[in-house]
């Protein structure tokens, strides 16, 4: 327990100072006016770039690996790209996972009540499972290190190494013990996403989770390969407690997921590390809808919930996770209540929704 | 035009004899006693490798290769994997796709009256499109030549190349110009679904589809991320016309795209080079359901439909697509009159669902 925790605060780009500033409202309003948390903004992203010619200043890289949390908002715009092709302004996304390691990112899928899927006969509380993306390895490791030689040949490598798939598959063990979620056709499974059948790497990544399952008998396992994955997530949602995948599957899969309970802006995501911990919606920045005050915040104020559970967890303070608690209960009546932004169809600023839940907290 | 055209049959694993031989027994009944093709069966798959030790023998190679056309039931069964832990019984369709490029996989996706799709508020007509997966590099290069190093880290590589990816975005810009379906919000569209973002293997990708884009000013592109398409195919599949993507990629929507349109039951493919044809539904060889007589066989009697499009067009033999279109045209009839399969949530044998198809030909 610490008196002061220091939040680095990052905006980043198009919708991304406007959801970031609602999550740092609320958690304000749910710690009140002892609040423990001190937040402290630092410049990164695409807008960044084209101002300094630096995506992610190394004085923001510093105070991101000091703080003992860091919340960004949204990072990159189309078009704003390096050489190479790929874009400048996630260099702040991408970089802090590979250089804090932050090999875990944890991705809770949930219909609310309030929200409609675009599944048929789907309902609040059918879909609730969470993806755990490894996020410090697999295809993703190419970043900056592919190769295009003649203009002819564009190379990218995959890597999976026994350390970093076997961390993750105990994470993803662990979770499935604490999910407080209701148990799946009455049991708690992890499954196994990869594409063993055809690649040595993803039949790599399936032989460690086979060795590491023996190490947690009390939860069922299951394989299943990405396509067939991909699939299932549409047509039996309902079936799964804890996904884990390789980095780039796990992107994949997140995203589709997040389209089965409300699109993106319902997609909450915490990527931590042993030391440190990184927190943003998995939405990108939006920017054609950017500066008109009409986004959706839920995802990025259920991923500051996260992080104040997580600070509460590492530092053995019971009031972070009770403020996280409240939040999710507030923000689950906020959508019951049919507080919509336009992205869930309804017509909800975003300043309007962060008003309503802070409102709540405070009652 | 030839008197006779060989067809290389390879019935495969689980359902795969089932609904392989339900599409020879449709192609015979479209084209009459005159029936120009002859089927000659030749073994492969994880059964004949189990029997034998070899999954795709030298003569059934030679065979698929001299044939003027391949036809596929399905291949490989879980647990039958070679030393390095994938599957030995997707030899002969892994292989055939290398060997003899078939670089374009066409992938049509449509929502059939009488089918229902998971989604909900659409109906038939509503998705019609096509998937066009790079079937010859990406991912899938590092088919048998992924490294495990001291058991400890795995690679694979991701090779893509201009004149690969030049071929099958031009593929794309053909078929959309072709494509017999309504043009979408008014437009013929090829949309390039990439990583370009965070991979410079990827970036190139959509470089090359934007160079090539430049000699089809008739098509309207656009760019999407795989995440952000996996998300697009379900909350907006109305949108899409052609979608061109990499190897890997390609594989995952197809399946999320079948979800939505019915299962794999009802995805039928195409993977076309220069000089070979190879024909076989998309999905795998369910050996859960192998032997019961109930094995959807629309997917695979559609494929071979897409044969004979593909040999009519190649040889200037007008019977052949005109039987295609019968085939097409009473498929459609049988699911709108309720002829569905268990997969479909009918009760319709594989066998009572290939008479009606052969009686109504015959009719
Ligand atoms: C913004 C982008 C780099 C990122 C990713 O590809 O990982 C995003 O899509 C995500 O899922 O966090
Ligand atoms: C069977 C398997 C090798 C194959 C693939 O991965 O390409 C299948 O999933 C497909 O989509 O054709």
Same mark, same amino acid.
């Given at each position: 327990?610490?008196?002061?925790?220091?939040?680095?605060?990052?905006?980043?780009?198009?919708?991304?100072?406007?959801?970031?500033?609602?999550?740092?409202?609320?958690?304000?309003?749910?710690?009140?006016?002892?609040?423990?948390?001190?937040?402290?903004?630092?410049?990164?992203?695409?807008? %960044?770039?084209?101002?300094?010619?630096?995506?992610?200043?190394?004085?923001?890289?510093?105070?991101?690996?000091?703080?003992?949390?860091?919340? %960004? /908002?949204?990072?990159?715009?189309?078009?704003?790209?390096?050489?190479? !092709?790929?874009?400048?302004?996630?260099?702040?996304?991408?970089?802090?996972?590979?250089?804090?390691?932050? @090999?875990?990112?944890?991705?809770?899928?949930?219909?609310?009540?309030?929200?409609?899927?675009?599944?048929?006969?789907?309902?609040?509380?059918?879909?609730?499972?969470?993806?755990?993306?490894?996020?410090?390895? /697999?295809?993703?490791? *190419?970043?900056?290190?592919?190769?295009?030689?003649?203009?002819?040949?564009?190379?990218?490598?995959?890597?999976?190494?026994?350390?970093?798939?076997?961390?993750?598959?105990?994470?993803?063990?662990?979770?499935?013990?604490?999910?407080?979620?209701?148990?799946?056709?009455?049991?708690?499974?992890?499954?196994?996403?990869?594409?063993?059948?055809?690649?040595?790497? @993803?039949?790599?990544?399936?032989?460690?989770?086979?060795?590491?399952?023996?190490?947690?008998?009390?939860?069922?396992?299951? %394989?299943?390969?990405?396509?067939?994955?991909?699939?299932?997530?549409?047509?039996?949602?309902?079936?799964?407690?804890?996904?884990?995948?390789?980095?780039?599957?796990?992107?994949?899969?997140?995203?589709?997921?997040?389209?089965?309970?409300?699109?993106? !802006?319902?997609?909450?995501?915490?990527?931590?590390?042993?030391?440190?911990?990184?927190?943003?919606?998995?939405?990108?920045?939006?920017?054609?809808?950017?500066?008109? /005050?009409?986004?959706?915040? @839920?995802?990025?104020?259920?991923?500051?919930?996260?992080?104040?559970?997580?600070?509460?967890?590492?530092?053995?303070?019971?009031?972070?996770?009770?403020?996280?608690?409240?939040?999710?209960?507030?923000?689950? *009546?906020?959508?019951?209540?049919?507080?919509?932004?336009?992205?869930?169809?309804?017509?909800?600023?975003?300043?309007?929704?962060?008003?309503?839940?802070?409102?709540?907290?405070?009652?």
């Amino acid at each position: 327990m610490k008196d002061v925790y220091q939040i680095a605060v990052v905006h980043g780009d198009g919708i991304g100072p406007e959801v970031c500033a609602a999550a740092v409202e609320v958690v304000k309003a749910a710690l009140g006016p002892g609040c423990p948390l001190r937040f402290t903004e630092y410049p990164a992203g695409a807008e %960044h770039f084209l101002k300094t010619g630096q995506s992610f200043p190394q004085p923001t890289f510093e105070a991101c690996r000091a703080a003992d949390a860091i919340l %960004h /908002g949204a990072g990159g715009l189309p078009g704003v790209v390096y050489p190479d !092709g790929t874009e400048a302004g996630l260099d702040f996304t991408l970089r802090l996972r590979f250089e804090l390691d932050l @090999y875990a990112n944890i991705r809770p899928i949930r219909l609310f009540e309030g929200v409609t899927s675009p599944l048929a006969g789907v309902k609040a509380g059918d879909i609730d499972y969470v993806i755990l993306r490894e996020n410090s390895e /697999g295809l993703y490791a *190419a970043r900056g290190a592919g190769a295009l030689l003649r203009g002819e040949v564009a190379v990218d490598t995959l890597v999976q190494t026994r350390a970093g798939i076997e961390r993750i598959v105990r994470k993803a063990f662990e979770l499935a013990r604490q999910s407080s979620g209701a148990p799946r056709d009455g049991v708690r499974r992890v499954t196994c996403c990869d594409k063993a059948n055809v690649l040595r790497s @993803y039949a790599f990544f399936r032989s460690v989770f086979d060795e590491v399952a023996k190490d947690y008998p009390d939860i069922a396992t299951e %394989h299943a390969l990405i396509d067939a994955m991909a699939m299932h997530l549409v047509l039996k949602p309902g079936h799964f407690n804890v996904i884990v995948s390789e980095n780039m599957f796990g992107d994949i899969l997140s995203d589709l997921a997040a389209a089965t309970v409300g699109g993106m !802006g319902m997609a909450p995501s915490a990527e931590v590390g042993d030391a440190n911990g990184f927190f943003q919606a998995a939405h990108g920045s939006a920017p054609d809808i950017a500066g008109k /005050g009409i986004a959706n915040p @839920y995802g990025t104020i259920l991923s500051a919930a996260a992080m104040l559970d997580w600070l509460g967890r590492g530092h053995g303070d019971e009031r972070l996770p009770r403020a996280a608690e409240q939040i999710r209960r507030v923000t689950e *009546a906020c959508l019951a209540n049919g507080l919509l932004s336009a992205d869930l169809k309804g017509k909800s600023s975003t300043a309007e929704i962060t008003g309503n839940v802070c409102d709540r907290l405070a009652a």
